[in-house]
């Protein structure tokens, strides 16, 4: 599979990009080469390879959800710098 400096034109079309002569010669090459990596790998066999979506084993690490009392009020506004009806006190950052 190769890509011709017309279909590199064209995207770079499409993506609003201006490129010289030179950049779109120097491009072409890169995708080609690419692509020629790409055509390496399709040569391996693999039949017997399972599917994967990770290289490697994906397992959740947190911990199930548990139902537990939480701190009072007083102890978790303790050390709050402003207060206000129970409640944390910030300055504001939307106006209106």
């Not at 390496?40 to 994967?52: A, F, H, R, S, V």
Request: glycine content about 4%; aromatic content about 8%.
């Amino acid at each position: 599979m190769s890509i011709s400096n017309k279909e590199v034109v064209y995207v770079a079309n499409l993506a609003r990009l201006n490129l010289t002569e030179n950049e779109e010669e120097v491009y072409t090459e890169q995708l080609n080469s690419i692509l020629g990596f790409f055509d390496k790998l399709n040569e391996l066999d693999t039949n017997n390879i399972k599917p994967t979506s990770h290289a490697l084993d994906i397992y959740n690490v947190f911990r199930e959800d548990e139902e537990r009392e939480s701190l009072p009020n007083e102890v978790a506004l303790k050390n709050a710098p402003d207060q206000k009806d129970g409640q944390f006190k910030v300055p504001t950052v939307m106006e209106g």
